[in-house]
C-alpha cells in the first residue's frame, strides 16, 4: 500500500462545478496535510494546508480531513479552465519528511 | 520576500560528466530538500537538511548522488558520471519547521538533460 494514493485522473468537469479531488494516508500518526498545485512545466505550488479535522476554507478552495478515516480532500467551487493542473496531496507523517501523492489531473472545460 | 531560487534553470550534459546543482533557500528557512520529478511523474524525495546536516539521504538514488549545504543557506546537488535514467527536473524546497505545520516551498526546478 502506497503511504499516500490519490486517483491519478485525469478528472475532467465543467466550468463552474466543484471538483473535488480525494487523497487517502496509511500514517495514522500522520500531522499535517497539504494540496499542491502544479501546472505543467511548473513547480508545485502550495494552495492550502489543514492539521485539524473539519473543513478549511480559503476563498473557492476547501480542504477537509477526516483523521479517523485517514482520509484528505481538495473542494474547489466554481472551477475555472485556470484550475486545470496536476494537484498533489502530501502528508507531513512520523518520518520527519512530506510524503506526496502520484497527484490527481484536473481538467476544467470551458 | 524572495522564493526560493535554482540555478541553472536547464542543463544539458553528455552521459559520464558530473553536474552541480544549486539551491538557495528563503532566507530564514532552516529546513531544505531536494525532490526528482522525471517527465509524467511524481516527485521523488532525495535528501534533506536541517541546518547543515542531513537527517534522512534515503532517497539518495546512488553513491553517483550526493549534496551539501554550508552556512544554514545554499545547497548544492552533485551528480557524477551522469546517466540518461537521470534526466529529470530537479526541485529544491524550504520549510522554516517553526511553524509547526512544516509547509514547503519549492522553487523553479533545475531541467537536466543526460545525452
Known amino acids: 500500500q502506497k503511504e499516500v494514493e490519490q486517483n491519478s485522473g485525469p478528472l475532467s468537469v465543467p466550468e463552474g462545478a466543484i471538483a473535488s479531488l480525494n487523497c487517502t494516508y496509511s500514517?495514522?500518526?500522520?500531522?499535517?496535510f497539504f494540496w499542491y498545485r502544479q501546472y505543467s512545466g511548473k513547480s508545485p505550488e502550495l494552495i492550502m494546508f489543514?492539521?485539524?479535522?473539519g473543513d478549511k476554507e480559503d476563498g473557492r478552495f476547501t480542504a477537509q480531513l477526516n483523521k479517523a478515516s485517514q482520509y484528505v480532500s481538495l473542494l474547489i467551487r466554481d472551477s475555472q479552465p485556470s484550475d486545470s493542473a496536476t494537484y498533489l496531496c502530501?502528508?507531513?507523517?512520523?518520518?520527519?519528511?512530506?510524503?506526496f501523492g502520484q497527484g490527481t489531473e484536473l481538467s476544467v472545460k470551458p | 520576500g524572495a522564493g526560493v531560487s535554482q540555478s541553472p534553470s536547464n542543463k544539458v550534459t553528455e552521459k559520464g560528466k558530473d553536474v552541480e546543482l544549486r539551491c538557495d533557500p528563503i532566507?530564514?528557512?532552516?529546513?531544505l530538500y531536494w525532490y526528482r520529478q522525471r517527465l509524467g511523474q511524481g516527485l521523488e524525495f532525495l535528501i534533506y537538511?536541517?541546518?547543515?546536516?542531513?537527517?534522512?539521504k534515503s532517497g539518495l538514488p546512488s553513491d553517483r548522488f550526493s549534496a551539501e549545504r554550508t552556512g544554514e543557506s545554499v545547497s548544492t546537488l552533485t551528480i557524477q558520471r551522469t546517466q540518461q535514467e537521470d534526466s529529470a527536473v530537479y526541485l529544491c524546497?524550504?520549510?522554516?519547521?517553526?511553524?509547526?505545520?512544516?509547509?514547503?516551498?519549492f522553487g523553479p526546478g533545475t531541467r537536466l538533460t543526460v545525452t
Open positions: 524546497a524550504s520549510s522554516s519547521r517553526t511553524s509547526g505545520t512544516y509547509e514547503q516551498y
Open positions: 502530501a502528508v507531513w507523517g512520523q518520518g520527519g519528511k512530506l510524503i
Open positions: 500514517d495514522r500518526g500522520s500531522q499535517s
Open positions: 489543514i492539521y485539524s479535522n
Open positions: 532566507s530564514g528557512h532552516t529546513a
Open positions: 537538511f536541517q541546518g547543515n546536516s542531513a537527517p534522512d
